[in-house]
Every structure is written in C-alpha cells, then in structure tokens.
C-alpha cells in the first residue's frame, strides 16, 4: 500500500524505474469518483493512486493517460496504455487498486503485469 498522505513516489521495484515522483491518493469516495476529471493534463513525474477501485472511467477527461492495476500486494494486474477519454477500463481478477499516470510512462517504464511497486517520499 502506497503512504497514508499524499504525495509520494512511486517506483517499480522489479524493473527499478520511477513511475511518479509525486503521486498523490484518492482514498475516499469523492477523491476517486473525481479522479483525473475535468482536468487537461497530467504532468511529467505526476499520478495518482485510487484506492479499491478495480475498474476506472474517463469521462469528462480530455486526455490519454496510462492505467495500472494493481492487486492488493501492489503488483501489477493489467496495464491500459494511452486509455482513450470517454472509456471504461477493467482490472480483471485480483485487481484492487489502480495507478493513473501521464500516457506513455507505462510503456517507457517497461512496467508490465507481474512487476511490484514500492513508495517513497515526494521528491
């Protein structure tokens, strides 16, 4: 699990690659139905943690991002790459947790299903 207060980093421990170097938690109701909506972007170095979500929406979002999925021991489930506005994505089984981050960081990372996340402080 990710620190109880925002913001952290976020790094794959399996590949040793930075995900977030400032991520911040929605660990609430209103923080994950909000999510990423209504905002342009998501910065370089930026993410955010949903906490007990299994699956995601991007409506009213007006950008791509990556989706990670996580199980509850914060290993990667199912990675969405560059996941569209407007769509739904699915964890798939195990799924617990989701890391949303800037599109392509997933990719560059090498972060796939089966690697594990560790967390640290916001740099």
Do not use: Q
Request: glycine content about 10%; hydrophobic content about 40%.
């Amino acid at each position: 699990m990710p620190p109880t207060t925002s913001p952290f980093s976020v790094i794959n421990t399996t590949r040793g690659t930075t995900l977030a170097t400032h991520a911040d938690l929605a660990d609430n109701f209103w923080t994950r139905f909000v999510g990423l909506m209504f905002r342009r972007r998501l910065d370089a170095g930026r993410g955010l943690y949903l906490e007990r979500s299994a699956s995601i929406h991007a409506f009213f979002m007006f950008f791509r991002f990556d989706a990670v999925f996580l199980d509850r021991d914060d290993r990667v489930t199912k990675v969405v790459h560059a996941m569209r506005p407007w769509t739904i994505a699915f964890g798939g089984r195990g799924a617990k947790h989701v890391l949303e981050l800037p599109a392509g960081v997933a990719r560059e990372t090498g972060t796939e299903p089966g690697d594990e996340l560790g967390y640290g402080p916001a740099e």
